[in-house]
């Protein structure tokens, strides 16, 4: 008899939540009561945003993110809708820039002035009018510029071209009118092609919003969905709800096939809502469930179990929503790989909660900071519509780092005949000379060793030169030169190991501008 064990390694195994100290919290932010199932917070590197409570009207409030502490009660909102704020969201392509919507029908694009905010603001940048009931989601595209999605209770979602100099525009692009009740939640995939829905009729969607044809639907009646999210480039889906019993629960779907769920699994019998968060970066899924303190967060596989259950985070102070800093505005330097900002009302206070991995060097950690999905557009709004997909720009989150293009999925490889003809095409744009395709193994294990000689020393060269070379020393005659020749291997080979994890960096970045551009010279 002989035992089998399967054990699973994980880079964030050890993830924690660290919640932040009271002089770094938001205090005396007067939180809306609002019972709609919303997150009523949204955040950017430059301001955190939270819908609060007002007498007449609704507005909401934007804080600079460094401005921690009390809040003045005369601080200034944007206050110009004529019912209660119900969403709030940020243009992920201008940090300036803010979409709400509300019980009274429109939905309102803000402009932040620059230097910040002196006094309440009462006329909005643009004003959308088109729904008939009140609106309760909206949604910025994720890689066309100026592209809104806004869902109400009239049933209609409603695509809009903000590329326009019009204040007021009645006149949506498109109207999608697939559901036959409430919509509770909406998502795209990757290079936004495709949204997801949840209904209110317990029914998943799966639409093409361009053409406004329902690709697939899931009528599965022991999961009761809530909310539903993308799984970035996994062709999945992962939803929240109910179960049979009410039990507060998660599915996972296959997004060919919405019949049947991959995998259900229940985590409590409480009633609050629960709002998942996926980071496409490190595969990890954030389940934060409305009306309780905790933050449970599995790790995604796009194999079989597909769900790892990693930690939870607990807290005894209840959350009436949360808001998500994106990549971009994350402490590299302390191995933050995500960040809450949980809204408290019973105590009007905005708590921010890092995850950490745990990790004792200060350096940048190339592993668990792929490339993220960058604050660039890569479509505009006519191209988007006209039917081009494109998937988002990338950009490494190591300071000094530069935008990288990006495809909605990787390419396969090219025969060599192909790749020839590319790097002619390239040659004249600088990017990637003839030669370098000829023999590309050895002329890129060429340019390693000389780009790893040129950062030694001269009198280390010798040494690197010939793989061989640095064990042709004299043996050491004592203990304490052994210990002394040990450390320098050990020093030497993580210093190449950075290296090498650097010019890996630097191949991908090549291959995805080369099959960028490889596209853009097939589409004309």
Same mark, same amino acid.
Request: net charge neutral; proline share 2%.
């Given at each position: 008899m002989s035992w089998n064990l399967q054990y699973r390694t994980s880079k964030f195994r050890h993830v924690y939540g660290r919640p932040a100290s009271k002089e770094k919290c938001y205090d005396c932010v007067p939180i809306t009561h609002n019972v709609h199932d919303n997150q009523f917070c949204a955040v950017n590197p430059h301001f955190i945003a939270v819908v609060t409570e007002c007498a007449c009207g609704g507005a909401f409030v934007v804080i600079p993110i460094d401005q921690t502490g009390k809040l003045d009660p005369h601080y200034p909102r944007i206050w110009g809708h004529r019912g209660n704020v119900l969403d709030i969201k940020w243009n992920p392509f201008n940090d300036f820039v803010i979409a709400s919507c509300s019980e009274d029908a429109t939905v309102k694009i803000w402009e932040i002035p620059k230097p910040l905010l002196t006094k309440t603001i009462t006329s909005p940048k643009k004003e959308l009018l088109g729904h008939v009931r009140r609106v309760g989601l909206i949604e910025w595209h994720p890689t066309a510029n100026?592209?809104?999605? #806004?869902? !109400?209770?009239?049933?209609?979602?409603?695509?809009?071209?903000?590329? &326009?100099?019009?204040?007021?525009? #009645? *006149?949506?692009?498109?109207? $999608? *009118?697939?559901?036959?009740?409430?919509? $509770? #939640?909406? #998502?795209? *995939? &990757?290079? !936004?092609? $495709? $949204?997801?829905t949840a209904c209110r009729d317990r029914k998943i969607r799966l639409i093409d919003p361009r053409a406004g044809t329902v690709l697939q639907e899931a009528s599965y009646n022991s999961h009761k969905a809530n909310k539903v999210l993308f799984l970035g480039n996994m062709k999945k889906l992962i939803s929240t709800g109910t179960s049979r019993w009410n039990n507060r629960q998660i599915a996972l779907w296959d997004q060919d096939d919405l019949s049947v769920p991959l995998l259900e699994e229940d985590l409590d019998g409480s009633s609050g809502i629960l709002f998942p968060f996926y980071d496409s970066d490190t595969h990890m899924l954030y389940v934060v469930g409305k009306g309780d303190g905790n933050i449970r967060y599995y790790e995604i596989n796009p194999e079989k179990p597909y769900l790892y259950y990693l930690m939870e985070y607990r807290s005894h102070l209840p959350q009436k929503g949360v808001g998500m800093m994106p990549k971009r505005g994350l402490e590299v330097s302390a191995c933050e790989i995500f960040r809450f900002y949980k809204l408290i009302p019973t105590k009007s206070l905005i708590e921010p909660i890092s995850m950490i991995v745990p990790r004792r060097s200060e350096s940048y950690q190339e592993d668990i900071y792929p490339l993220t999905t960058a604050a660039q557009p890569a479509l505009t709004a006519q191209e988007w519509l006209n039917g081009v997909n494109k998937g988002p720009l990338l950009v490494s989150l190591r300071p000094g780092s530069g935008v990288v293009n990006s495809l909605p999925q990787f390419p396969e490889p090219e025969p060599p005949a192909k790749t020839a003809d590319l790097s002619q095409h390239q040659g004249w744009g600088g990017r990637m000379p003839l030669e370098d395709v000829q023999e590309p193994n050895e002329i890129e294990h060429r340019r390693k060793l000389l780009r790893v000689e040129e950062k030694l020393p001269k009198n280390e060269q010798m040494c690197l030169s010939s793989s061989f070379d640095i064990f042709e020393c004299p043996p050491p005659k004592t203990e304490n030169e052994l210990l002394q020749m040990f450390y320098r291997q050990q020093e030497e080979i993580r210093r190449l190991r950075e290296l090498v994890n650097q010019r890996d960096v630097q191949i991908k970045q090549m291959k995805l501008e080369s099959g960028n551009f490889s596209m853009d010279t097939d589409r004309y």
């Open positions: 100026n592209i809104l999605f #806004s869902s !109400g209770y009239d049933y209609k979602i409603m695509i809009w071209n903000l590329d &326009t100099t019009k204040t007021v525009i #009645s *006149n949506p692009v498109k109207i $999608l *009118n697939a559901h036959k009740d409430v919509v $509770l #939640s909406m #998502s795209f *995939n &990757t290079d !936004g092609s $495709l $949204l997801a």
